[in-house]
């Protein structure tokens, strides 16, 4: 059967199938430690709770505003300083990436993507019939003398991670601020995914691109990580009012909305205040400690400033045993049974991501396993 060449240009996506591979292991009654997913273990807020179940309970099981409840944009609005009608309320931070996408780009246009980097920005580019470019960072941190380099006629955006999935990186205000300069001189968009923005730790300062460069960036965020709301699937984008206008004709195609009752829940999320986020972001300090200082018994790591993964160094193990990283993975998780993302999935060969989402006693539990098995 023909399918479409979009279809055939796009990879799976590793974590995906590294869930798969683990699902079928527990079917046939292993025990497998996750170290995959980057899905916070917390519950969902009481409060969150309480306000979806009363939109239930009013019937607020409709149709709603193809971008979102007023309420909500309004609220993220205020939270981002932007005006509602540039925000557009999606199905997790996906939508967004992909919307924006498919806005800003297509055919002959090329996205610069820093290296390390989440395993669907170079698909989600691809989607939009753009070119990945990849860049390398200088110890997990932005290069902004790589991504100069790597800027021609072509650039259509850079896509940006702070915190950083897989490794952890939070970029400095002044390393943010010299990427605006550089996008208003070389003129190109900033797209920001700011998934893990609750959670920096250390009291390390946060600062967004767009407090920089407005008119140049797309913000992304989502409710999945910082309330444990992975299966609301309600995320949102802040964009340039021509371009959310843009970004609008597009999701009222892909999607009638934003689940109605999930957004009320979504509302009360905004609602709990810097008590309960801090809260949230100190349970999670303390499993980066814990998962860090594992970790580097195996392997060689960079302390993670924020986000919700360790990203170890593991090319001192491989050769003749491993033949590369997925080859490791894949021993840790048939002899070992902990389940983790080769880094080559993430555009680097030779690392390992582990995610310290799971409790202490997991995360003790899975590393031991892994000590063993090495």
């Known amino acids: 059967m023909r399918l479409s060449r979009r ?3 796009i990879a799976e996506s590793a974590t995906l199938r590294l869930s798969t591979a683990a699902a079928r292991l527990r079917a046939e009654g292993r025990e497998i430690l996750s170290l995959l997913e980057g899905e916070p273990d917390l519950p969902v807020p009481p409060a969150v709770r309480e306000a979806t179940r009363r939109a239930l309970a009013r019937g607020e099981t409709r149709y709603s505003d193809s971008t979102g409840l007023l309420e909500l944009r309004t609220l993220i609005a205020r939270k981002l300083k932007a005006a509602p009608e540039n925000i557009v309320v999606t199905n997790g931070a996906k939508q967004a990436i992909y919307e924006t996408l498919q806005t800003i780009c297509g055919p002959g246009d090329e996205v610069l993507i820093p290296s390390p980097y989440w395993v669907t920005f170079p698909e989600a580019v691809r989607l939009a019939g753009a070119k ?5 960072t200088r110890a997990h941190q932005l290069d902004l003398a790589a991504v100069s380099r790597a800027v021609t006629k072509r650039t259509r955006a850079i896509v940006i991670n702070s915190p950083n999935n897989p490794t952890g ?3 400095p205000a002044a390393v943010l601020r010299g990427l605006a300069r550089l996008a208003a001189k070389r003129n190109f968009l ?3 995914d700011e998934a893990y923005e ?4 250390d009291r390390a300062p946060y600062a967004s691109v767009a407090s920089f460069a407005p008119a140049r960036t797309i913000t992304i965020r989502t409710f999945s990580k910082s309330f444990s709301m992975t299966g609301f699937r309600v995320g949102f984008l802040a964009a340039p009012p021509e371009i959310a206008r843009a ?6 195609h892909v999607t009638g909305n934003v689940c109605t009752f999930a957004q009320r829940g979504a509302i009360a999320a905004l609602g709990l205040g810097k008590n309960e986020r801090e809260r949230r972001r100190a349970v999670f300090q303390k499993r980066r400690n814990l998962a860090y200082s594992l970790a580097s018994r195996s392997f060689d790591c960079v302390k993670p400033r924020g986000g919700l993964f360790v990203f170890a160094d593991a090319r001192r193990l491989l050769g003749d045993r491993f033949k590369n990283d997925a080859a490791l993975a894949a021993h840790l998780l048939h002899k070992a049974g902990v389940s983790v993302v080769p880094g080559s999935a993430c555009g680097m060969e030779g690392f390992l991501r582990f995610s310290f989402s799971a409790p202490e006693p997991v995360l003790r539990k899975a590393f031991a396993r892994i000590e063993a098995a090495l």
């Open 247 to 252: 970004v609008k004709r597009i999701h009222g």
């Open 132 to 136: 990945p470019v990849f860049v390398p």
């Open 190 to 192: 900033i797209v920001s």
């Open 169 to 171: 990186a939070v970029y």
């Open 198 to 201: 609750d959670f920096v730790y």
């Open 7 to 9: 279809a055939e240009a």
